[in-house]
């Protein structure tokens, strides 16, 4: 059984740019948090895809924005970065369909380490 | 809004130590609260969990108790060992129609030397 796979596992781009990271969720699950990790510190809670739709944003400008495809795997894509953007990107998979609510639990993936330079 | 504090780190524990690892939380309801674990250049893997008041969450010699009186999840072992080594990390997901959504504490390191 997969677990939560992401891509790729390390990037370095320039002030400016755009990025564009990848989620698989863990094989049964329907829902994708992203969630930024700045180094030494807990992961800040980006946004969550459900069903093809942003259900849940957190506090990050517009610049961030994401994708969910049919298949439950997800985009995430940061333009205009800035040095501040550095940080590891986690994807986390759940099942939201299960009907528990709020107990549900995310799983991991390994994440995305991205440098801005 | 929702908040969770750690004990500042980093923890450094002789090989068979007892460890506390505490953290306390706000938020409103009843949130469920979770302990994920971090290993070296790793995402974070689920620890344990409890979902309210009372309940104990238990896995590979770690619990932690949901006390919502004292609104505290304190981690707990009885003898750690050079593997456990790693940044824990204290989380809630807020009750509530739509709140899916996790909040962490800052986490802390726990170096355990031989």
């Known amino acids: 059984d997969a677990g939560v796979t992401q891509s790729p596992t390390h990037l370095i781009k320039t002030r400016g740019q755009q990025v564009t990271l990848r989620c698989s969720p863990k094989s049964g699950h329907d829902t994708v948090s992203w969630y930024q990790q700045a180094l030494g510190q807990g992961p800040q809670f980006i946004f969550q895809y459900y069903e093809e739709e942003e259900r849940q944003r957190g506090n990050f400008p517009d610049r961030f924005s994401g994708h969910q495809f049919p298949n439950y795997s997800s985009e995430l894509n940061v333009n205009a970065l800035l040095l501040g953007d550095s940080a590891l990107y986690l994807c986390?998979?759940?099942?939201?369909?299960?009907?528990?609510?709020?107990?549900?639990?995310?799983?991991f993936g390994p994440g995305t380490r991205l440098l801005v330079l | 809004g929702d908040s969770v504090t750690q004990m500042e780190g980093p923890v450094t524990l002789s090989e068979e130590a007892f460890l506390t690892i505490n953290c306390t939380y706000t938020a409103t309801g009843y949130p469920s609260l979770f302990w994920y674990v971090q290993y070296p250049g790793e995402g974070l893997q689920l620890l344990l969990k409890a979902t309210k008041a009372d309940d104990k969450g238990s896995n590979k010699g770690f619990e932690a108790t949901y006390r919502k009186e004292t609104t505290s999840f304190h981690l707990e072992k009885g003898s750690v060992q050079v593997s456990d080594s790693a940044v824990y990390f204290c989380a809630l997901m807020r009750s509530g129609a739509g709140s899916y959504q996790l909040t962490f504490g800052k986490g802390t390191k726990l170096s355990v030397i031989p």
């Open positions: 986390a998979s759940s099942l939201r369909g299960q009907g528990k609510g709020p107990q549900e639990t995310q799983y």
